[in-house]
């Protein structure tokens, strides 16, 4: 597929952990998104250590200036949260807080754009209800959540350093969602 101008996904995720599952997942749904011929960047783990988000300071942290533009020049983002407590984890959900930051925009929020989604967590309780909750913040922020979404039991599946995993239908199914935000992406922008 290919379009008049560049099309961006952006990948949104992981944990603190070099190298986490939640992360390897992560790199997996872009690579899907890659096979479209679409632009890939991904922000994780470090990049997304930021400031409790505050909607009244006016100065951003190198980080979160970074993070806000990456996503307001994205045409569809995919998001890979670990599951803790049945919750996803602060990290990621303080780096969608900053999605605030795009309201005024001429494109707000995540408007227009797809959102991958996979959740990571030991046991299907927690990565089910993680899902749900990325499900319901990309829905407040105007994003059109892809129809297959990832709910990965990382008792069950290991995700290797090669890009592979001990399930290749959790494989299968990351690689589909970041076909699914690049070919809705590549869409839009023609």
């Given at each position: 597929?290919?379009?008049?101008?560049?099309?961006?996904?952006?990948?949104?995720?992981?944990?603190?952990?070099?190298?986490?599952?939640?992360?390897?997942?992560?790199?997996?749904?872009?690579?899907?998104?890659?096979?479209?011929?679409?632009?890939?960047?991904?922000?994780?783990?470090?990049?997304?250590?930021?400031?409790?988000?505050?909607?009244?300071?006016?100065?951003?942290?190198?980080?979160?200036?970074?993070?806000?533009?990456?996503?307001?020049?994205?045409?569809?983002?995919?998001?890979?949260?670990?599951?803790?407590?049945?919750?996803?984890?602060g990290?990621?959900?303080?780096?969608?807080?900053?999605?605030?930051?795009?309201r005024?925009?001429?494109?707000?929020?995540?408007?227009?754009?797809?959102?991958?989604?996979?959740?990571?967590a030991?046991?299907?309780?927690?990565?089910?209800t993680?899902?749900?909750?990325?499900?319901?913040?990309?829905?407040?922020?105007?994003?059109?959540?892809?129809?297959?979404?990832?709910?990965?039991?990382?008792?069950?599946?290991?995700?290797?350093?090669?890009?592979?995993?001990s399930?290749?239908?959790?494989?299968?199914?990351?690689r589909?969602?970041?076909r699914?935000?690049?070919?809705?992406?590549?869409?839009r922008?023609s």
């Amino acid at each position: 597929m290919t379009s008049a101008r560049t099309v961006n996904v952006l990948g949104i995720g992981g944990s603190l952990r070099e190298s986490s599952q939640s992360e390897r997942a992560l790199q997996i749904a872009l690579g899907g998104a890659a096979e479209v011929g679409v632009r890939i960047r991904m922000l994780t783990g470090p990049e997304l250590v930021l400031p409790f988000y505050d909607a009244g300071e006016p100065d951003r942290h190198e980080r979160a200036a970074t993070l806000t533009e990456a996503v307001r020049q994205a045409d569809g983002l995919i998001v890979v949260s670990p599951g803790y407590h049945g919750a996803l984890s602060g990290l990621v959900k303080n780096a969608l807080d900053y999605v605030e930051d795009l309201r005024d925009d001429q494109r707000p929020y995540l408007d227009g754009r797809a959102v991958g989604l996979a959740a990571v967590a030991y046991g299907w309780q927690a990565a089910v209800t993680t899902l749900e909750q990325l499900r319901t913040i990309t829905h407040a922020l105007r994003g059109w959540a892809t129809p297959l979404g990832g709910a990965i039991n990382s008792a069950e599946t290991k995700f290797d350093e090669g890009g592979g995993a001990s399930d290749e239908k959790s494989v299968r199914t990351l690689r589909l969602i970041g076909r699914q935000v690049a070919e809705f992406a590549v869409t839009r922008a023609s």
